[in-house]
C-alpha cells in the first residue's frame, strides 16, 4: 500500500479524500452498478426485440465495481410467522350470533314463494334444493288469511322434548328458548290464535319510525341557598330538606303542599337549632316523628312548633361543646320504670345522702350562709367578678363587657343600646389554626353584637343580703323520711341586677309539686326572653311576690329535706334562701379542670341519660331543667350502686 501512495503524501492531507465530490462519485458509481445489475436480470428474462437495436450508454466511471454478498443463509425465507390462535367467541356472543342465524332464516323462509308439491316421479330442475320451513296444520284462520294480514315473520321451531324422542331432539340454548317463548307470546297477542303445542318465533315491525318517550314533566324541589357564614352547611340543610319533603309526599296530595310542608319544617329547625349538632339531633328527632305518625295514624304527633310562652329556662347560657358534640336522637319519656321504679322515697333519700355538700364546700361554691345580724346572709365574695374601681355608680355589663354608669338605686346614669353576643365563644380550629368563634353567629371575638338591648344589664345577686329566711327543722316523721325535692329558678335583668321570675319544684317521682310566676319587686330590664321565654304580658297579671314564694317553700321544706339543683347557688340567692341540706349536681359531676368551671345540664345529660334537652328556641322549660336534675342523680345512684357490688 505504501508503494502506491506519491511521495509528497501526508497524513494531514487525509480530508481532501474524503471531500463531498468522492463521496457523490463513490455513490453515483454503485448506483450504475446496480441499474447495470438489474438491466441484466431484466434482459435474461424478456427476449430483446428487434427493435432494441441501440445499446445502454455507458457510464464512462472506471473502478472496480462493488457487489453486494449474498448471505449464507436466507433468514427471512426460513423465518416463519406464527399465526395468532383463533379467538373463542363468548357465550353472549355465541347466543347473538344463534340468534341472528335464526332471524335470517326465518327472514328467508317468509321471502321464498310457496311451492306446491311436485309429484314423486318428476324432479326439481334445479341442481340443489332449499329448505322451507313449513307451517303447521291448526284449527284456526287460514294460512293464506293470517300471511296477508299481518307482518309477521313466523318460522318453525322443532318440536319440544316431550313430544319427540331424545335421540332426535336438537339442543336448544335456554336464552333461545326464553327469547321464543316471548316472541310466540307476542304473536298470539297480535293474531288473536295460538299454536297448539308449537312456539313461533316473531320479528317486531321496524317499518315505521321509532319515537322517543317524552318524560312526564316533574316539578323541582326547593334549594337551600347557599350562605358561607350560616350555622348549618347548605348542604346538611339541603339533605334534611329532601328527608321531610319525601315524608310528606306519602301523606299529602300533591307535591305543591309536600314542598311547603317540607321547607316549614326544615326552617323551624333550623331557627330553634344554635349550631350543626343540634340542629342534626332535632332533624332526627322530627324525622322520627313523622314516620311514627304515618305507621299508626290513630298516634297523633306531638307538633314541632316552638313552646307556648310560658315555657321558661336557666338564667344563663349553660351550654356547652360536649352537649354539642353529643347528639342523641331519643326524648325518652319521664316516666320510665327503670329510672324511678327502683329508687324512689325513702330507699332513694338514704342512697343520696353521701352526695350532700359539706359546709366547707357550700361556702366555696357561694351559697348564701347565716350572718350574725337575723335576716342577712354571707356569701363568699368573687374576686373575678370584683369591680376595677371604688366608685359605686360604675358598672361592667355582663353581655358586652363595656362598663356604664347606675345608681345604687338603680337609675341608669349610661343610657346606651348594649351590642352583645347571646352565645358564649368557644375555640374552634378553622383552616388549621386555632380560632375564637360565637356560638350564635360563628362570629371572631372582634364581631359586632349579634343582638340588641335598650340598656346595659348585670349579673349582681348580693348587692342586697338582706331578706333571706333560712328553713327550720321540724319534728322527723316516723319512716325518718324527711322528703326529696328537684328545684329550678328562672330570673330576669331589672335595674338592680337579676331577680326571680319562675320557680319550679318537682319530687322524686318526677311529679311536680309546686310551680309559680313570681313578680319582681324592681323595674324589669331585661325579661331574658330568649332563655326563660317570660314576657312582658305572662307578668302582666301575677301578684305573686318573693315573700309569697317564701311562705310556701319554708311550710314545704325543712332543714333535713334533700333539695336537688345544677349550680343551686343562684336559684338560692334569688329566692333568698338559706338551706343546709343540698345536692347540687355541678358538684357532683365536676369540669376536668376543676373549679371555677363547671359543665353544662344538657351537657351532662347528654353524656350520662343519653337525652337531648334545652333545645326549644322559644326558651328552656324549667320543668325539664328540674327533672332531668332528679334524673341525673337516680342514674349517678345507680352507677354507683354497680361499682360497690
Same mark, same amino acid.
Given at each position: ?6 511521495? +509528497?503524501?501526508?497524513?494531514? &492531507? ?34 430483446? !426485440? ?7 450508454? !455507458? ?56 311451492? =306446491? ?11 340443489? =334444493? ?19 294480514? @299481518? ?212 361556702? +366555696? ?6 350572718? %350574725? ?8 365574695? +368573687? ?58 353567629? !360563628? ?30 327543722? =321540724? ?30 319544684? %318537682? ?13 319582681? &319587686? ?59 341540706? %343540698?345536692?347540687? @349536681? ?60
Amino acid at each position: 500500500m505504501d508503494a502506491d501512495l506519491p511521495e +509528497d503524501f501526508h497524513m494531514n &492531507d487525509t480530508d481532501i479524500s474524503f471531500s463531498e465530490t468522492d463521496t457523490y462519485e463513490e455513490c453515483l458509481k454503485i448506483f450504475n452498478e446496480e441499474t447495470a445489475t438489474l438491466n441484466d436480470t431484466m434482459k435474461k428474462q424478456v427476449p430483446p !426485440s428487434s427493435d432494441e437495436s441501440e445499446e445502454m450508454p !455507458s457510464s464512462g466511471l472506471v473502478g472496480k465495481k462493488r457487489v453486494a454478498h449474498a448471505p449464507k443463509f436466507d433468514t427471512w425465507r426460513m423465518r416463519k410467522i406464527p399465526n395468532k390462535p383463533k379467538a373463542q367467541p363468548s357465550p353472549a356472543q355465541v347466543c347473538h350470533n344463534r340468534f341472528l342465524i335464526a332471524q335470517q332464516e326465518a327472514l328467508g323462509t317468509m321471502q321464498s314463494p310457496p311451492r =306446491k308439491k311436485a309429484p314423486p316421479n318428476v324432479t326439481s330442475p334445479s341442481p340443489e =334444493k332449499k329448505r322451507v320451513a313449513h307451517l303447521p296444520n291448526f284449527a284456526g284462520p287460514s294460512n293464506t288469511t293470517s300471511s296477508s294480514s @299481518t307482518n309477521k315473520r313466523i318460522s318453525r321451531v322443532p318440536p319440544s322434548s316431550s313430544s319427540a324422542p331424545k335421540s332426535s331432539t336438537p339442543y336448544v340454548s335456554s336464552r333461545r328458548l326464553i327469547m321464543e317463548r316471548k316472541f310466540a307470546a307476542v304473536h298470539r297477542a297480535n293474531s288473536g290464535f295460538e299454536i297448539p303445542g308449537k312456539t313461533l318465533a316473531t320479528t317486531a315491525d321496524k317499518s315505521g319510525r321509532r319515537m322517543a318517550h317524552i318524560p312526564t314533566k316533574v316539578t323541582p324541589r326547593p334549594v337551600i341557598p347557599a350562605s358561607p357564614g350560616s350555622k348549618v352547611p347548605s348542604v346538611v340543610r339541603q339533605r334534611y330538606l329532601n328527608l321531610f319533603i319525601d315524608e310528606f309526599l306519602k301523606t299529602t296530595d300533591t307535591e305543591k303542599e309536600a314542598f311547603e310542608q317540607g321547607l316549614k319544617e326544615e326552617n323551624n329547625i333550623y331557627e330553634r337549632a344554635s349550631n350543626k349538632q343540634i340542629y342534626l339531633s332535632l332533624s332526627i328527632n322530627n324525622l322520627k316523628r313523622l314516620r311514627t305518625a304515618r305507621a299508626d295514624p290513630s298516634n297523633k304527633a306531638v307538633p314541632s312548633s316552638p313552646p307556648p310562652k310560658n315555657a321558661v329556662s336557666h338564667s344563663a347560657v349553660l351550654g356547652g361543646k360536649a352537649a354539642a358534640q353529643n347528639a342523641f336522637t331519643l326524648h325518652r319519656s319521664a316516666g320510665r320504670p327503670g329510672v324511678q321504679g327502683v329508687y324512689q322515697g325513702k330507699e332513694l333519700f338514704d342512697k343520696l345522702q353521701p352526695y350532700l355538700l359539706t359546709r366547707e364546700q357550700l361556702w +366555696d361554691n357561694g351559697y348564701p350562709r347565716s350572718a %350574725v345580724i337575723p335576716g342577712q346572709a354571707e356569701v363568699k365574695e +368573687d374576686g373575678s367578678k370584683k369591680p376595677a374601681t371604688a366608685d359605686s355608680n360604675q358598672k361592667i355589663c355582663c353581655r358586652c363587657g363595656k362598663t356604664f354608669l347606675r345608681r345604687p338605686g338603680g337609675e341608669y346614669i349610661t343610657k346606651e343600646t348594649c351590642s352583645f353576643h347571646w352565645g358564649k365563644l368557644w375555640r374552634k380550629k378553622v383552616g388549621g389554626m386555632v380560632d375564637h368563634r360565637f356560638s350564635c353567629c !360563628s362570629g371572631d371575638s372582634e364581631a359586632i353584637g349579634c343582638c340588641l338591648s335598650k340598656l346595659h344589664v348585670t349579673e349582681d345577686k348580693t348587692s342586697d343580703l338582706s331578706g333571706f329566711m333560712k328553713t327550720y327543722s =321540724k319534728s322527723p316523721p316516723r319512716d325518718g323520711y324527711s322528703g326529696l325535692y328537684a328545684l329550678d329558678c328562672e330570673m330576669c335583668y331589672t335595674v338592680k341586677g337579676m331577680e326571680l321570675t319562675r320557680v319550679t319544684v %318537682v319530687d322524686d317521682q318526677l311529679k311536680q309539686v309546686y310551680d309559680s310566676l313570681v313578680k319582681p &319587686d324592681n323595674a324589669v330590664v331585661d325579661y331574658n326572653t330568649r332563655f326563660s321565654g317570660i314576657t312582658e304580658d305572662d307578668l302582666k297579671s301575677v301578684d305573686t311576690k318573693l315573700h309569697n314564694v317564701q311562705a310556701v317553700l319554708l311550710n314545704m321544706f325543712s332543714s333535713e329535706t334533700i333539695l336537688i339543683g345544677h349550680s343551686l347557688e343562684s336559684d338560692m340567692l334569688a329566692l333568698k334562701l338559706i338551706h343546709e341540706s %343540698v345536692i347540687d @349536681t355541678a358538684v357532683v359531676f365536676p369540669h376536668k379542670l376543676g373549679p371555677p368551671l363547671k359543665r353544662a345540664l344538657r351537657t351532662l345529660m347528654a353524656e350520662f341519660v343519653k337525652k337531648i334537652i334545652q333545645s326549644d328556641v322559644g326558651g328552656h322549660d324549667s320543668m325539664e331543667d328540674a327533672k332531668s336534675c332528679m334524673e341525673l342523680m337516680i342514674w349517678k345512684v345507680k352507677e354507683d350502686a354497680k361499682t360497690k357490688k
